[in-house]
């Protein structure tokens, strides 16, 4: 019976386990949609019980498909969607409340608010991060303004608070364990990265009660063991991380300048920077990458809100019946349609960070049909990700290295062209449909002492190259182009 790793990845949008060998072989996968609910207007939330349903349903049929038995899994890694806030009661275990999702924008108001003194505080100088309401902290914030029962319970310590990685991690230990680590707490606005600790200042400032905080441990970390009778043998929880940060890792982008852009909902670009923070000056954010258990390593990261839901949104709209489709459309439009897409449907995010901003489409014609606006989709999908790798280039005074990408988004036969054309860096696509799930099992075998820092490199699998086409003109005037369809846009607010 083969040793193998079991990764859990949590996602907006589905639930997804994993079996790889020892080697970095996967031998199953399962995947458990997961529904998402926008009861008003920036509202975006899901039911904690699904979350949980959904990865131990996948993580049960990955095994069975497996044809291992359960104790097989020498480890198990989770993977997670990042800054989503999930508040539960300590003594049953249950949330008391929907979880409030990362696009959720209902926390605009506070950070208004506190604009003043976060400013005094200097958040950029110690989370890495700026003022949003992507960020949790104001989402708990929030929960608890608006549910005096909720804050009475909260300061009486009898009830717990974190994102998805301690939600799962506390169900999954049968409420034996409330712990994060180091790549999900830098995306709280609570986490001070010089002094690797939540931060006294910033729980006083978001008015939360330290009794509600988990506990930060390693990436790398024996947290604990799942409890009797949820995946047939009672296994050790060994590797969590954010699963943009489990992306990274899984694209094997270990040296510093090596660049990942994860194509999900929204797009994900991450910039290892080694083992020292890098402050950003062009609009990036800094945060944790990993942390095995001999300090942190750090990354850039430009996050970008509509990648995979801009293409819904057109298929909605009767497009094209599905993103595949819109693919098919867009390889018969050639470029210089004259069409932009700006996707600020929910703001524009990094490097840009105009929350109160909104979409536009500029150029259209009689002539602009289906075709042209799923090119311009893809274009503008393509655009965000060189604004991001500018800002990185810039921050790091250095060049990338070949850009890594992964996702759904990514299976697109036109995107990475369009990435290597825009960016004007060579790109390597994942093998793998998420790499997310690669670098959870990755994790978990370091932290099981399975997996060692030369082992890494070779638990990653090859990719499918594409080049820059385009010369240097061809690549300015598109830029130029999109940069001045943002300019006019900026006058679009909600």
């Known amino acids: 019976m083969p040793d193998c790793l079991l990764a859990i990845d949590q996602g907006t949008h589905a639930s997804r386990a994993v079996i790889f060998d020892l080697k970095g072989r996967p031998l199953a996968s399962r995947v458990v949609p997961l529904k998402t609910l926008c009861p008003a207007p920036g509202w975006v939330e899901q039911d904690p019980e699904d979350i949980f349903e959904t990865s131990v349903q996948a993580a049960r049929e990955a095994i069975g498909r497996a ?39 209902r926390g605009e108001t506070i950070c208004q608010e506190l604009a003043p003194e976060a400013l005094a505080l200097d958040l950029p100088a110690r989370t890495g991060l700026r003022l949003d309401p992507y960020f949790t902290a104001s989402k708990l914030t929030w929960l608890l303004r608006g549910r005096p029962d909720l804050a009475d319970a909260a300061n009486q310590g009898r009830l717990a608070a974190g994102t998805v990685d301690s939600w799962l991690l506390h169900r999954l230990t049968g ?211 060189a604004d991001v790798t500018e800002s990185m280039r810039a921050d790091l005074g250095a060049p990338l290295g070949a850009l890594r990408i992964d996702g759904g988004v990514a299976k697109s036969a036109l995107l990475p062209r369009l990435l290597a054309d825009l960016t004007g860096l060579p790109v390597l696509r994942s093998m793998d449909a998420e790499a997310t799930a690669r670098g959870a099992a990755m994790v978990a075998g370091v932290g099981a002492g399975l997996l060692g820092p030369q082992d890494l490199p070779g638990f990653v699998g090859p990719g499918e190259s594409f080049t820059p086409a385009w010369t240097a003109d061809e690549r300015d005037a598109e830029r130029r182009r999109w940069r001045e369809a943002i300019a006019s846009a900026k006058g679009l607010k909600a």
């Open 67 to 105: 044809g291992v038995a359960a104790a097989a899994v020498r480890a198990v890694g989770i993977a997670n969607q990042r800054e989503t806030l999930i508040l539960w009661d300590r003594q049953s275990g249950r949330a008391v409340a929907p979880a409030i999702v990362w696009q959720d924008r």
């Open 175 to 385: 409420g034996e364990v409330h712990a994060t680590e180091p790549s999900n707490a830098s995306r709280t606005l609570l986490y001070d990265l010089r002094r690797q600790q939540q931060s006294p200042e910033l729980l006083d400032l978001f008015s939360l009660p330290r009794a509600l905080m988990p506990q930060v441990r390693p990436s790398a970390y024996r947290f604990g063991v799942t409890a009797e009778g949820i995946l047939g043998a009672r296994l050790p929880i060994t590797g969590i991380l954010g699963d943009q940060q489990a992306a990274l890792l899984g694209q094997g982008c270990l040296n510093r300048g090596d660049v990942k852009d994860t194509f999900g909902t929204g797009s994900f670009l991450l910039a290892f920077t080694g083992d020292e923070p890098c402050p950003s000056t062009h609009g990036l954010l800094t945060t944790v990458a990993w942390d095995f258990g001999n300090g942190p390593r750090y990354a850039l990261e430009g996050s970008v809100f509509m990648a995979g839901a801009l293409l819904d949104w057109l298929v909605e709209l009767g497009l094209g019946a599905s993103p595949s489709a819109l693919d098919r459309l867009a390889l018969a439009v050639a470029p210089g349609h004259g069409v932009v897409i700006i996707p600020a449907h929910q703001g524009l995010g990094a490097p840009w960070w105009e929350s109160g901003m909104r979409g536009a489409i500029w150029g259209l014609t009689r002539s602009s049909d289906q075709g042209v606006l799923a090119r311009a989709a893809l274009e503008a999908i393509a655009q965000q990700a």
